[in-house]
Nanobody
Framework: QVQLVESGGGLVQPGGSLTLSCAAS????????ISWHRQAPGMERELVAN??????TNYADSVKGRFTISEDLGKRTYLRINGVKPEDTAVYYC?????????????????WGQGTQVTVSS
């Protein structure tokens, strides 16, 4: 199993920057993808960026050029947000996917962190 703890959220002014952090623990070697999602009030949770264990990254069109996902060797994953906009206000969640062999079958399990609130306001 994997446990995830997000941090770094808070109140930020429009145009500012912040970095969210996701610390993973547990069966880290099995993790193949870590992603960041966000959920604004009254909206569905959406994917904003992900990074594979090979270092490949993917971004939602709405955040390309402003968001950067990265990770360190300790499997801490970061989401850098530049030029924040009011529409970036949301709870940001970290998600980890891991492959697990169960009864001879390879399964893809996923885990969520508890989320961190980002509020963009002047």
């Amino acid at each position: 199993q994997v446990q995830l703890v997000e941090s770094g959220g808070g109140l930020v002014q429009p145009g500012g920057s912040l970095t969210l952090s996701c610390a993973a623990s547990g069966t880290i070697p099995n993790i193949h993808t870590i992603s960041w999602h966000r959920q604004a009030p009254g909206m569905e949770r959406e994917l904003v960026a992900n990074i594979t264990d090979g270092g490949a990254t993917n971004y939602a069109d709405s955040v390309k050029g402003r968001f950067t996902i990265s990770e360190d060797l300790g499997k801490r994953t970061y989401l850098r947000i530049n030029g924040v906009k009011p529409e970036d206000t949301a709870v940001y969640y970290c998600k980890a996917n891991e492959f697990v062999w169960v009864g001879g079958e390879l399964r893809d399990y996923y885990y969520w962190g508890q989320g961190t609130q980002v509020t963009v306001s002047s």
